[in-house]
């Protein structure tokens, strides 16, 4: 663990706020371009400010580094990709299993930020960039045009200036509202992931989930928030199982429910107890998530200024895919090779900056969030959060249940049932299935 | 780093199991000493309990994931920063302008998550 260094005084060509993914990874290319860049980390070391809820997907590490696998800190490398549906004595469960997530190149990997994100800024590190933790950046320096100019530290008022700053300070990213960039406050548009960290031997972590050799399993779960717009997860680690729910904070405060208490739901479910039991706590924690999408990412450039990682809002929570490590590598990559372009310009106003944008939207970080930008609308919606998880649970209850001596009803009359029963009506049913199709077609 | 698993006196409700699985509802003081926090001596988040006494909502009270916001008997809030996991779910869903003052704690103080 690196000792808390203190900034010297002098400039540099860029100064990075947060040494999450987002800043480890554009500190990385600001160094490799050749520039001088501090990268700042209020925390006693990288990650240690950082909760997420298990998976990294390691395809974009391949502009970091070839065979990066070879070095990452992993715990599982995720096979086992699990979609559960459950009401709370019901459960149904899509199981994908593919072997070859398991061998290099990989897909997914389960790891702890504490590991992870200390590994990826010292790739920054290694390429010449200054890593100053216990340090926490207070606010922005202006010239009289308002362009930024630098940062002030809380390290006795230190200011570090700069050409560029780029800021990766996280969901709450002071800099960016103190830019004018994100609004003070947007409930609506944030969901609070709060999670327990179990310890369970090794080996049984591998019997239970059906897995070995260093594979992992992943669970995805609808239905067990108690109607509260979110959902739960599952992850393996090397000998802990990360568990843990995702839930609106503006529901969960209207709810006058505990977030504990849906964890504790949660554990206790049938089809979660049994792999679980014995478990002890290990850590407890809480993280804000911006899930708002595509039409809440922030401008992501202003003069002297760019934003990256979820200080930009960039985590994707579109229902089946949930990312957020790798559009923040991906965006600070993106940032620093901007940033580094126009400080070797001599133009780092916006428009200076403006490569940033343009390269986001040529790859996955701002296409994917456009290609969904409808989900998380759709996912958080009532009926897909509370009535849902039961008329599918019901139906496929209905569908194998077996009633003799009266005969087998048929599938539609079985789905008529469950819609009913659970206050869906048809019509509404064949809406939502165009609103999927067209969500995510 | 605390790994005490069992404690009878749980907050949860979800359904108790038999007494063998009563890891399932630890007490909350149980998962909260789970957790690494470097206390500094600036309280980092302030509340103004003026304010606070003409709020009905509270929804600080119930959204807090570390449980820091305590009702007091004059219609005040109380507020423990010593244990703050430094998320912003207290001041994103308050709706009531400058009742909630939040900055981050000194560089190096606060939460230190090991397993995040």
Not at chain 1, 205 to 223: H, K, Y
Not at chain 1, 285 to 301: R, S, V
Request: net charge negative; hydrophobic share 40%.
């Amino acid at each position: 663990m690196p000792e808390p260094t203190t900034p010297e005084a002098g400039r540099f060509d860029a100064v990075v706020v947060g040494a999450g993914p987002a800043g480890a990874a554009a500190a990385l290319e600001l160094a490799r371009a050749g520039r001088s860049v501090a990268l700042l980390e209020r925390g006693p070391f990288p990650g240690s400010k950082n909760v997420y809820g298990g998976v990294v997907y390691g395809r974009v590490l391949d502009q970091v580094l070839p065979r990066w696998w070879e070095e990452v800190p992993v715990e599982r490398w995720v096979v086992r990709r699990s979609t559960m549906v459950m009401t709370g004595h019901q459960s149904l469960s899509v199981d994908y299993r593919c072997q070859t997530w398991g061998e290099a190149p990989y897909n997914g990997m389960t790891t702890y930020r504490s590991r992870f994100d200390p590994w990826l800024a010292g790739k920054a590190t290694d390429a010449g960039a200054r890593l100053v933790t216990s340090t926490v950046a207070t606010g922005l320096l202006r010239d009289p045009s308002g362009r930024v100019v630098g940062v002030r530290t809380d390290r006795d008022g230190a200011e570090l200036h700069c050409d560029v700053v780029v800021a990766c300070d996280g969901v709450n990213s002071f800099l960016a509202k103190e830019a004018g960039l994100l609004p003070r406050a947007a409930a609506e548009h944030h969901t609070l992931g709060v999670k327990e960290v179990l310890a369970l031997p090794r080996e049984v972590i591998d019997e239970r989930f059906g897995v070995g050799n260093g594979e992992g399993a992943d669970i995805e779960i609808l239905g067990c928030t108690r109607g509260i717009p979110g959902g739960g997860f599952l992850y393996t680690n090397a000998d802990t199982v990360s568990v843990g729910i995702v839930v609106s904070v503006r529901h969960l405060a209207a709810s006058g429910v505990r977030p504990e208490e849906l964890i504790a739901d949660l554990k206790a479910h049938p089809s979660i107890a049994p792999l679980l039991r014995g478990a002890t706590v290990e850590e407890y924690g809480a993280h804000l998530i911006p899930e708002g999408g595509y039409d809440t990412i922030p401008e992501l450039a202003a003069d002297g200024l760019l934003v990256a990682g979820d200080a930009a809002a960039l985590t994707l929570a579109a229902g089946l895919w949930l990312e957020g490590v790798n559009f923040a590598i991906g965006s600070g990559l993106a940032a620093g090779r901007a940033a580094a372009r126009a400080v070797a310009a001599g133009d780092c106003s916006a428009p200076g900056l403006a490569s940033y944008r343009a390269d986001l939207q040529s790859q996955f970080v701002l296409a994917d969030h456009k290609r969904f930008r409808q989900a998380p609308g759709l996912v958080l919606s009532e009926r897909v959060q509370g009535r849902y998880p039961a008329l599918i649970c019901d139906l496929v209850e209905s569908l194998f249940t077996v009633t003799n001596p009266t005969p087998k009803p048929g599938g539609l009359r079985l789905t008529v049932n469950a819609a009913r029963r659970n206050g869906v009506k048809l019509r509404e049913l064949a809406a939502d299935t165009l609103r999927a199709a067209r969500t995510f077609g | 780093m605390s790994t005490e698993s069992t404690d009878t006196a749980g907050t949860g409700t979800g359904p108790r199991r038999p007494s063998d699985e009563r890891w399932t509802g630890i007490s909350f003081a149980t998962r909260m000493a789970t957790v690494d926090f470097r206390v500094g001596r600036r309280a980092h988040i302030t509340v103004d309990a003026d304010v606070c006494r003409g709020c009905t909502t509270r929804a600080c009270v119930t959204a807090c994931p570390a449980d820091l916001f305590a009702p007091t008997s004059d219609g005040g809030i109380l507020f423990n920063y010593e244990e703050c996991f430094e998320c912003g779910t207290c001041y994103m869903v308050c709706n009531h302008e400058g009742a909630i003052s939040w900055t981050y704690p000194d560089g190096g103080q606060g939460v230190v998550f090991r397993r995040g």
